[in-house]
Nanobody
Framework: QVQLVESGGGLVQPGGFLRLSCAAS????????MGWYRQAPGKERELVAS????????NYADSVKGRFTISRDNAKNTVYLQMNTLKPEDTAVYYC?????????WGQGTQVTVSS
């Protein structure tokens, strides 16, 4: 049974930081490209960051470059998103995604709210 379980979301003040984690099980994690997406109310889901299966290639949305860092630990089947200098516009539900060939898995999401 495939599972992606996100954690680490919450309420933070502007300028603060959070670290999201996504624990994976039920598939060969080290073969999958992993990504973090987010969806704000009334908006489409968008890619925030992605990382290749071995971790050597990362990509970021322009809006988070220089502030967010994606990483993975294949020994722990976990992908992370370090989010620094958070802004109110980062408020959204953040989803973990795993992709390999035709397989495409999603987590249930974790809420991130940036507000004073």
């Amino acid at each position: 049974q495939v599972q992606l379980v996100e954690s680490g979301g919450g309420l933070v003040q502007p300028g603060g930081f959070l670290r999201l984690s996504c624990a994976a099980s039920g598939f060969t994690f080290s073969s999958y490209r992993m990504g973090w997406y987010r969806q704000a109310p009334g908006k489409e889901r968008e890619l925030v960051a992605s990382i290749s299966s071995a971790g050597g290639i990362t990509n970021y949305a322009d809006s988070v470059k220089g502030r967010f860092t994606i990483s993975r630990d294949n020994a722990k089947n976990t992908v992370y998103l370090q989010m620094n200098t958070l802004k109110p516009e980062d408020t959204a539900v953040y989803y973990c995604n795993a992709r390999f060939r035709t397989n495409n898995y999603w987590g249930q999401g974790t809420q991130v709210t940036v507000s004073s």
